[in-house]
Structure formats: structure tokens, C-alpha cells
């Protein structure tokens, strides 16, 4: 007896400290396959899982494969080839976008249209070109609007277009895509239409150099004129800098340049001590909130890959805050009072993205340690036997019965990239779209 309690309580100190060993990126591929492996159970072939009830989901009345064209090119770079193989047949031999459904064009873009640009680059299969000019075909007539700023929702089948007040993240991130598109198909249509797009946004900014929240892209009128860097507006910014780097295209370059000297004066705020970036009225500069969330937390990498470190730096820290403020990030938070504003936390890659994005520019293993904690905090509150779930509330940690295909693409992804060798991916010879998908300059001009 003395002995089997004398093993019990060796077991129990020696429990906390295997658990706080070092992150690994074997780690991180684990948890992909214990959530890929649930998918597979329980959804294949459907465009995402529920993992409480461990049932399929579909966005429309039939499936886009969004999930395995989400994480098809995660388990390229994880080198997970059994998987990789499945995947692409499920997907070659399944997807058509001939179908009676309409789509919000952004999300399609991104996540649908983006990662098959990535998966023909990566495996050279010309059939994910294929299907990449097919869905770009039917995503063109959003651009057939009196501005050129584009609706939101378009039919696969008619064409037809609706929702005529978008946003400029929407509006804005579709350069890399369409832009890579036209570079792979010689075809300069969809980057003539999707840079177009990001110059009248430019166009209707403020004499201060700032962005609204929503606008009419029939009249070109604003319609909510709140500026900030977070969702509707975020990628915007992204793009117009990944854009350049991307294709060296100069006006892309010149609208970065006037965009963040707006947005670094005008939004960002010092309270603490701490750089936050908060929401004005885009036409006086007037704060109007002290709101900040996850979707800000993109933040540091695109200005760390600006140039600008310090900033970079500075913003992290406080992302790190904002996480640890209940163990895990909620979507919103009054940065002036450190409280949740919405308690939500649905799987989100951004402040992960950022301390990737920095530990390559600075080599700080600081960085890494910040990986490890959001690691963690996925386990410990996310978890589930099926997969990852999102959570209701991060102050009760109570689960909701949603895994997003983003789980795969971005948050996994960014976690293995942060803890794998360089040589994985090497950093400067990809631009990752907002859904992580590697793009490479493959073309001469």
C-alpha cells in the first residue's frame, strides 16, 4: 500500500512538469491529426465539422470541401503524405463549382479560391488551376458595379450579384488571389478588377487618410464611417502591402505608405503605457472606442513586416495581454478597462500569426514562449474527443459546437511554422494570403 500511494504522488508531481515541457512542432501535427482524423469520421466530404455533436455542416445546400482545401496545404508543409494524398482525391474528384448556390465572394476568395492557388503550387497538379479559373470565372461579376468596388454575394450558376453596401476588408482582399490567378493563367482580367477595386477604396479616403466600415459600391458612399484595423477593415491593409511584396507593384506600395502613416496617427493609442490601436470617425480623428479583439491581433506581423519592429513589438505585447486576461483571448475587449466586450472565442490564428511573424524578424525565443502558452490554452480549453471547439464564453470556457476550416489553414499552421525549422517554409519566399495559404512568385513579371 505504501508503496502504490508512495508511485501515486511521484505521478502527481511529475504530471505538471511533463506538462510544461517545450512545445514542439510534432506537437502541433498531433492535435492536426486528432482534429483531421475527426473530420474525417464524422464529416467527410462536407465543408466542416460540429465537434460536440459531432456532426457535419455544410455553409450552402451542397459542400465547397471547404475544410480539406483549407488543410491540404497544412499537411503538405507538415509532410503528412497518407493524408495530403486522400485529401487531393476527395477534392479533384468532387468538386465542382457548377452549382445553384450563391456565396459571400470574400469568404470564397480567401479560403476557397486561395487555397487551391496554394495546392497547385505546391503539388503541381494542373487540375487545381483548373478548378481555380473556374471559380474565378464565376466570382468576376461582382465588379460589375458603377465604381468597380465590388458586391459581396455572387450565384455560381447566374451570376447574379447582391448586396451593393460592402466593407473594405472585403472589398480589398483579393489582389493576392485574383492577382496570382492572372500571373498563373496569363489571363490580366482578374488583377485588373481586383486592384481596381482596392485603388477606389483608397479614393474614398478621408482628407486625414483613413477608411470607413462600410460603403455603398453603387453611389461609392460611405455608409458607416467608424476607421479602425479591425474585422471589415483589417486585410485591407494586409493586402495592400502583401501586394507589393508580392508582385512589386509600386501603387500598391505608395497606398501602404499614405494608409499606415494615417493609421498610426490616428488610431493608435497609448493607455498604460501600452500601444493598443482604437476606432475613430474617419473624417476628424475623434476616438470613438477603445475596442480591440482577435481580428486586431493580425496587427503586429503586417507591421513587423512593414519595417516597423518596435510597434510590432509593442502591439504584441499588449495581444499577449489581452490573451492572458482570462486564460485564452475573447473576441473583444475595452482596452481602457481591460474587460471582455464579447466573450466569444472562435479558434482565431491572428495574435499567433504575429508572434510567428516576429520570431522570424527578431529571432526572440520570447516568441516561441508566447506560441507555447496559446498551445497550451487550445488544449486545456478547446479540446475536445472530436476535434477543437470554439468557445461561448472564455470566462466559463463553455464550448460551442463549431470547428471553422480556419482551425486548419491559419491557427495550426502558424502554431507548426512557429515551432518547426526555418526550412519548412522558408519565410521569404512565400506571401501568405489571409487564410495562411503560401503563395510563391513563380512568374518573371
Same mark, same amino acid.
Given at each position: 500500500?505504501?508503496?502504490?500511494?508512495?508511485?501515486?504522488?511521484?505521478?502527481?508531481?511529475?504530471?505538471? *512538469?511533463?506538462?510544461?515541457?517545450?512545445?514542439?512542432?510534432?506537437?502541433?501535427?498531433?492535435?492536426?491529426?486528432?482534429?483531421?482524423?475527426?473530420?474525417?469520421?464524422? *464529416?467527410?466530404?462536407? +465543408? =466542416?465539422?460540429?465537434?460536440?455533436?459531432?456532426?457535419?455542416?455544410?455553409?450552402?445546400?451542397?459542400?465547397?470541401?471547404?475544410?480539406?482545401?483549407?488543410?491540404?496545404?497544412?499537411?503538405?508543409?507538415?509532410?503528412?503524405? +497518407?493524408?495530403?494524398?486522400?485529401?487531393?482525391? &476527395?477534392?479533384?474528384?468532387?468538386?465542382?463549382? +457548377?452549382?445553384?448556390?450563391?456565396?459571400? *465572394?470574400?469568404?470564397?476568395?480567401?479560403?476557397?479560391?486561395?487555397?487551391?492557388?496554394?495546392?497547385?503550387?505546391?503539388?503541381?497538379?494542373?487540375?487545381?488551376?483548373?478548378?481555380?479559373?473556374? &471559380?474565378?470565372?464565376?466570382?468576376?461579376?461582382?465588379?460589375?458595379?458603377?465604381?468597380?468596388?465590388?458586391?459581396?454575394?455572387?450565384? &455560381?450558376?447566374?451570376?447574379?450579384?447582391?448586396?451593393?453596401?460592402?466593407?473594405?476588408?472585403?472589398?480589398?482582399?483579393?489582389?493576392?488571389?485574383?492577382?496570382?490567378?492572372?500571373?498563373?493563367?496569363?489571363?490580366?482580367?482578374?488583377?485588373?478588377?481586383?486592384?481596381?477595386?482596392?485603388?477606389?477604396?483608397?479614393?474614398?479616403?478621408?482628407?486625414?487618410?483613413?477608411?470607413?466600415?462600410?460603403?455603398?459600391?453603387?453611389?461609392?458612399?460611405?455608409?458607416?464611417?467608424?476607421?479602425?484595423?479591425?474585422?471589415?477593415?483589417?486585410?485591407?491593409?494586409?493586402?495592400?502591402?502583401?501586394?507589393?511584396?508580392?508582385?512589386?507593384?509600386?501603387?500598391?506600395?505608395?497606398?501602404?505608405?499614405?494608409?499606415? =502613416?494615417?493609421?498610426?496617427?490616428?488610431?493608435?493609442?497609448?493607455?498604460?503605457? /501600452?500601444?493598443?490601436?482604437?476606432?475613430?470617425?474617419?473624417?476628424?480623428? $475623434?476616438?470613438?472606442?477603445?475596442?480591440?479583439?482577435?481580428?486586431? !491581433?493580425?496587427?503586429?506581423?503586417?507591421?513587423?513586416?512593414?519595417?516597423?519592429? /518596435?510597434? !510590432?513589438?509593442?502591439?504584441?505585447?499588449?495581444?499577449?495581454?489581452?490573451?492572458?486576461?482570462?486564460?485564452?483571448?475573447?473576441?473583444?475587449?475595452?482596452?481602457?478597462?481591460?474587460? !471582455?466586450?464579447?466573450?466569444?472565442?472562435?479558434?482565431?490564428?491572428?495574435?499567433?500569426?504575429? =508572434?510567428?511573424?516576429?520570431?522570424?524578424?527578431?529571432?526572440?525565443?520570447?516568441?516561441? $514562449?508566447?506560441?507555447?502558452?496559446?498551445?497550451?490554452?487550445?488544449?486545456?480549453?478547446?479540446?475536445?474527443?472530436?476535434?477543437? !471547439?470554439?468557445?461561448? +464564453?472564455?470566462?466559463?470556457?463553455?464550448?460551442?459546437?463549431?470547428? /471553422?476550416?480556419?482551425?486548419?489553414?491559419?491557427?495550426?499552421?502558424?502554431?507548426?511554422?512557429?515551432?518547426?525549422?526555418?526550412?519548412?517554409?522558408?519565410?521569404?519566399?512565400?506571401?501568405?494570403?489571409?487564410? =495562411?495559404?503560401?503563395?510563391?512568385?513563380?512568374?518573371?513579371?
Amino acid at each position: 500500500m505504501k508503496t502504490i500511494l508512495t508511485l501515486f504522488f511521484c505521478l502527481l508531481v511529475t504530471l505538471p *512538469a511533463l506538462s510544461q515541457q517545450p512545445v514542439t512542432a510534432e506537437d502541433v501535427k498531433r492535435e492536426f491529426l486528432h482534429s483531421w482524423n475527426a473530420y474525417k469520421q464524422y *464529416a467527410w466530404g462536407y +465543408d =466542416a465539422l460540429k465537434p460536440l455533436s459531432k456532426q457535419p455542416h455544410d455553409w450552402h445546400s451542397v459542400s465547397l470541401y471547404m475544410t480539406p482545401i483549407d488543410a491540404y496545404d497544412t499537411m503538405l508543409l507538415m509532410g503528412l503524405k +497518407d493524408e495530403a494524398a486522400e485529401t487531393k482525391k &476527395l477534392i479533384l474528384d468532387n468538386l465542382s463549382f +457548377d452549382k445553384n448556390i450563391e456565396v459571400q *465572394a470574400f469568404e470564397i476568395i480567401i479560403r476557397v479560391l486561395g487555397g487551391l492557388l496554394s495546392a497547385y503550387q505546391m503539388d503541381g497538379d494542373p487540375r487545381f488551376l483548373a478548378l481555380a479559373k473556374d &471559380l474565378g470565372d464565376r466570382l468576376m461579376p461582382i465588379y460589375d458595379s458603377p465604381t468597380g468596388l465590388p458586391f459581396r454575394y455572387v450565384h &455560381l450558376q447566374t451570376g447574379a450579384i447582391r448586396d451593393s453596401v460592402n466593407n473594405p476588408a472585403e472589398i480589398g482582399t483579393a489582389l493576392i488571389e485574383f492577382g496570382t490567378l492572372s500571373k498563373l493563367t496569363g489571363n490580366p482580367v482578374y488583377y485588373d478588377n481586383a486592384k481596381q477595386a482596392l485603388i477606389q477604396v483608397f479614393n474614398r479616403r478621408s482628407r486625414i487618410g483613413l477608411v470607413g466600415t462600410w460603403v455603398n459600391v453603387v453611389t461609392g458612399e460611405w455608409t458607416n464611417k467608424s476607421s479602425h484595423v479591425g474585422g471589415a477593415i483589417d486585410s485591407y491593409y494586409e493586402y495592400l502591402l502583401k501586394a507589393w511584396k508580392l508582385f512589386g507593384d509600386e501603387d500598391c506600395k505608395k497606398m501602404w505608405d499614405v494608409s499606415i =502613416a494615417a493609421v498610426n496617427t490616428h488610431l493608435a493609442d497609448t493607455v498604460r503605457g /501600452e500601444l493598443w490601436y482604437g476606432r475613430v470617425e474617419m473624417n476628424t480623428g $475623434k476616438r470613438t472606442s477603445t475596442r480591440f479583439g482577435s481580428l486586431e !491581433a493580425f496587427f503586429p506581423a503586417v507591421l513587423a513586416m512593414g519595417g516597423d519592429l /518596435e510597434r !510590432a513589438k509593442q502591439l504584441q505585447e499588449s495581444c499577449y495581454k489581452m490573451w492572458n486576461l482570462h486564460g485564452i483571448e475573447p473576441e473583444g475587449i475595452d482596452y481602457a478597462t481591460m474587460t !471582455a466586450t464579447s466573450k466569444v472565442y472562435v479558434l482565431r490564428p491572428e495574435i499567433i500569426e504575429s =508572434a510567428y511573424y516576429l520570431y522570424y524578424y527578431t529571432g526572440d525565443e520570447k516568441y516561441r $514562449k508566447m506560441g507555447e502558452t496559446f498551445f497550451r490554452s487550445l488544449v486545456q480549453y478547446c479540446r475536445t474527443d472530436a476535434g477543437y !471547439a470554439e468557445l461561448e +464564453d472564455v470566462t466559463t470556457k463553455q464550448k460551442r459546437d463549431a470547428m /471553422e476550416s480556419f482551425f486548419f489553414a491559419e491557427t495550426l499552421k502558424y502554431l507548426y511554422l512557429l515551432f518547426a525549422p526555418r526550412e519548412t517554409l522558408p519565410f521569404e519566399s512565400v506571401i501568405f494570403n489571409t487564410e =495562411a495559404h503560401p503563395v510563391r512568385k513563380t512568374w518573371k513579371k
